[in-house]
Nanobody
Framework: QVQLVESGGGLVQPGGSLRLSCAAS????????MGWYLQAPGKQRELVAL???????NYADSVKGRFTISRDNAKITVYLQMNSLKPEDTAVYYC?????????????WGQGTQVTVSS
């Protein structure tokens, strides 16, 4: 069974930084794209950043220049470094992976980690 487990969320003041981690485990044969999404209260889940197996990245306009996505393929872990945080970044952050397991290729999600930006 594949699991994605996020960590690193919390409460931070505006202008501060957080680093989110998401580790995948289980019967994983191959991983393609990994990413981070956020969901604010009352809103739909939306893309924050993606990273391919080759290291190419894509960011939402709202986080460009402030957030950096990276991955460690040996550890099957994806990271999100968040700098210059704003109150509007407050949301539950979910990691996501397109990977191949016993059942073939599929999209897997973590359970989410809360990020709150407030003074």
């Amino acid at each position: 069974q594949v699991q994605l487990v996020e960590s690193g969320g919390g409460l931070v003041q505006p202008g501060g930084s957080l680093r989110l981690s998401c580790a995948a485990s289980g019967s994983i044969f191959s991983i393609n794209t990994m990413g981070w999404y956020l969901q604010a209260p009352g809103k739909q889940r939306e893309l924050v950043a993606l990273i391919t197996s080759g290291g190419s990245t894509n960011y939402a306009d709202s986080v460009k220049g402030r957030f950096t996505i990276s991955r460690d393929n040996a550890k099957i872990t994806v990271y999100l470094q968040m700098n210059s945080l704003k109150p509007e970044d407050t949301a539950v952050y979910y990691c996501n992976a397109n990977l191949r397991s016993n059942g073939g290729w599929g999209i897997y999600w973590g359970q989410g980690t809360q990020v709150t930006v407030s003074s």
